[in-house]
């Protein structure tokens, strides 16, 4: 509870501070949960602050800004704080705001020892003792504290085609970053993936739209939980807003070039999805659509995120995208008009991250009249409700005690059924499930590296540092070592990341073996660094799966941000499984498919193309179907959207809709028959798709409008039920309203068809 004098960080049970609250002068209501006492609170504080208060807390610093040394894997434990510059931070330029780690994850420990010394001088030192709201990206899992459960990618996740299991993932997340210390997160992410080559696209739930959707709604509410001042929660930030995964090069931090409407029906929806769940952040895009920077688009950030989304919470700038205004996208002179255009167009705060450029010249726009002081508390406002929904100015310091909730046992095992489920088998000539007899060759970079099986964002920025990783954890060599023997495994990597290769080794040992797993690997990477100039597999791993195609059974196993070109040697293969990065427990997942420990249920969430530049997705316009002899395919995957085998087989039948003509405000109700055919158990997704016959716009092929999963003993039949609202047929007309022209839709599971008629 509050005292009566709450309201300026001081701690309830600290007298000190109560007597310093009272020196102040400041009177704030006794607290309660309601969002008006909440409300009463920020006021007071806001009522108390300067200008530079006020402009320091839009301001986000990174750690190294604040720090003196900095780890490294060879000395985990050497980060220092810079206790001159902290405080020249904290108390000269009223800093509100910390992320980031400095070069490689902490310990649990070393967290709580920086937070504390970080919080101590914020509400100790600081003329108003507002606590630091502190920030970082946890993106598959607690993934820069160092005892923490990872799990594998977004991209992974949706694959398993099950929101419960995204939700209780990304509430394993909020609990042990929160454990840590940390009480705000930077994602979910929630760009869609439609174009493969962008670095991030790992990141993505995939290229659907629909799926991406309910997703989002089960990542924010496994983050943010019922209430986010509690000590399993964290403040989650929806991002980047709007279109960043779009890039017309495929290179991030480059423009999007793409009508609005196409914007809105595409990229828009799992926004309004989160805002809709309360998601409490929003990080911008850092790129440009359609030649405008995002963070200087008064359009999107004010207009559409604020007025017509509703969004109430705080909007952050991106890793030092407001001084890219001036030194990269070139639509400010100078940092100082940078940050004018920036805040005048809805930035709440600003991850600067290196220096005080923003808080600098924000000072003088106010002073100089050039943005109103009103709009400076609009943000501050927002900023201070964050901090008090966290329950920050009752608790900044973490309890020592959270520390126990990192890393279980159960959470442990949650990752590992996160990996089974992710895993997709593309292909299977009948090798798979492997017999535990004789000897089996590994081969390719992704066989004997953690790097490979969790890709970035894990421990390290990049994820490249296999020195950061856990002592304890698997590769996949090490995971058949454990399974299947260490005298029936055989290994050489054959091929290199840095594009090396040792053919001739791999072949000797291959001679000995009766079957062949090659693992192929692009090096992790995210953002510019993860830039690569197309989808092609590296040709010195291509070549390697050719010498290795002998006529001896083999299993192709593809790691990597994205689906990476595989068509010149995918049949030479007996079996093909895409695992993305399924994080920490892939490589016991992967053995665990390969040797039939349990069935594959995984689905793709992308296309998977088959050359270079047929970078289609399924939802593709019906002139894309055709190429140009009229005859060709225009669109001919090497794989669906939604393809994946199993070791048993189902049957779809008896699809219905329980009524063939509906209005604009009716529900769609659909029924399906699922039968196990096969010899044994297994989960089958249920995808539902739609057509729109004729439309004023050209209209997809379909569209996914609804999934779920029925698991099946062999013989089983299943009826899936699914409602879905016409209105959810409609598309955005070029107005960038919705329209829902009456006609014709189909209704398609499987190889079905059912025709509706809406008035």
């Known amino acids: 509870m509050y005292a009566v004098v709450r309201g300026m ?5 600290s007298l000190s501070r109560l007597t310093l609250s009272l020196q102040i002068g400041l009177c704030v209501p006794a607290f309660s949960s309601t969002e008006e006492d909440n409300e009463k609170v920020v006021s007071a504080i806001l009522g108390r602050m300067t200008l530079e208060e006020k402009v320091g807390q839009m301001t986000q610093l990174t750690l190294g800004a604040v720090s003196s040394t900095e780890a490294s894997s060879e000395n985990p434990e050497a980060h220092k704080l810079d206790n001159k510059k902290l405080r020249h931070a904290l108390v000269n ?3 509100g705001s910390i992320l980031n780690v400095h070069n490689i994850a902490f310990s649990a420990k070393q967290w709580h020892q920086l937070l504390t010394q970080i919080q101590n001088l914020a509400t100790g030192e600081t003329r108003l003792q507002i606590p630091i709201l502190y920030g970082i990206d946890s993106v598959h899992g607690a993934n820069y504290v160092r005892e923490a459960t990872l799990f594998p990618h977004n991209l992974g996740l949706a694959a398993t085609r099950n929101p419960l299991l995204v939700e209780h993932c990304h509430a394993v997340t909020a609990l042990e970053t929160r454990a840590a210390g940390i009480p705000w997160n930077f994602g979910p992410s929630l760009d869609v ?8 696209y790992v990141e993505t739930f995939g290229e659907d739209v629909y799926i991406t959707r309910i997703m989002a709604e089960a990542a924010v509410q496994g983050l943010q939980g019922t209430s986010l ?9 929806a991002k980047h807003f709007l279109a960043y995964s779009y890039p017309s090069s495929g290179q991030d931090r480059t423009q999007t070039l793409l009508p609005e409407h196409y914007l809105r029906e595409h990229f828009l929806p799992p926004f309004v999805s989160a805002v809709r769940q309360g998601v409490r952040a929003i990080m911008v895009n850092s790129g440009e659509v359609n030649g405008i920077p995002l963070h200087a688009s008064h359009e999107m950030l004010s207009v559409l995120l604020r007025e017509e989304m509703k969004f109430e919470g705080v909007i952050v700038s991106d890793w030092e995208d407001v001084k890219k205004l001036h030194n990269l996208h070139r639509v400010a002179p100078d940092l100082k008009e940078a940050v004018r255009i920036s805040v005048n167009a809805g930035i709440d705060m600003c991850m600067a991250p290196h220096d005080f450029h923003f808080p600098n010249n924000l000072i003088k726009l106010v002073k100089e009249g050039a943005i109103p002081e009103g709009r400076i508390d609009e943000s501050v406002r927002r900023i201070l409700r964050l901090k008090v929904s966290l329950g920050l100015f009752d608790d900044p310091i973490p309890a020592a005690t959270s520390i126990e909730n990192i890393g279980s046992q159960k959470s442990q095992e949650l990752s590992l059924q996160a990996a089974r489920e992710s895993l997709v088998l593309l292909k299977n000539e009948g090798v798979l499930p492997l017999k535990r007899t004789g000897k089996i060759l590994l081969a390719g970079p992704g066989c004997h590296s953690l790097a490979a099986l969790h890709g970035s964002w894990s421990y390290t920025w990049q994820g490249t540092d296999e020195a950061a990783y856990p002592k304890g954890l698997q590769t996949i060599l090490q995971s058949f070592n454990t399974g299947y023997g260490r005298d029936n495994v055989l290994w050489a990597r054959g091929a290199q990341w840095d594009g090396s290769t040792d053919f001739d080794y791999a072949m000797n040992k291959s001679r000995n073996a009766d079957v062949v797993v090659c693992v192929l690997a692009e090096k992790p990477g995210t953002e510019t660094p993860g830039n690569i100039p197309n989808l092609s597999m590296p040709d010195n791993q291509l070549r390697l799966v050719r010498r290795l195609a002998t006529g001896k059974p ?37 053995y665990e498919l390969l040797t039939g420990q349990f069935n594959p249920s995984g689905r793709l969430p992308f296309t998977y193309p088959r050359d270079p530049n047929s970078l289609l997705t399924y939802d593709h316009k019906h002139s894309d179907t055709v190429g140009p002899d009229k005859e060709t395919p225009g669109f001919n995957p090497l794989y669906e959207f939604g393809h994946g085998l199993s070791y048993t087989s189902f049957a779809f039948s008896d699809l219905k809709v329980e009524s063939s003509t509906l209005g604009k405000d009716d529900e769609i109700h659909v029924s399906v028959k699922i039968t196990n055919t096969g010899q044994r158990q297994g989960k089958e997704t249920v995808h539902v798709f739609t057509r729109d016959l004729f439309a004023s716009i050209a209209p997809p092929v379909k569209r996914l409008r609804a999934f779920s999963q029925v698991e099946l003993e062999p013989g089983g039949t299943e009826t899936a039920t699914f409602k879905i609202p016409v209105k959810e047929l409609a598309y955005q007309g070029l107005d960038n309203s919705p329209v829902l022209e009456p006609g014709e839709f189909d209704v398609m599971v499987g190889s079905l068809t059912a025709r509706i008629l809406v008035r």
Do not use: F, M, Q
């Not at 960080?9 to 049970?13: A, D, M, R, Y």
């Not at 993936?193 to 991030?200: A, M």
């Not at 001042?229 to 930030?237: C, F, L």
């Open 229 to 237: 001042d509690s000590a399993t929660a964290v403040a989650a930030t």
């Open 554 to 590: 083999l299993v192709l196993v593809i790691l990597g941000n994205r689906p990476r070109l595989i068509t010149e040697i995918a049949g030479h293969c007996h079996a093909i499984v895409y695992a993305g990065h399924p994080g920490p427990h892939g490589g016991k997942a992967l």
């Open 193 to 200: 993936g439609r174009h493969p080559l962008w670095s991030r």
């Open 93 to 95: 330029k009223h800093v």
């Open 9 to 13: 960080g001081l701690s309830p049970h």
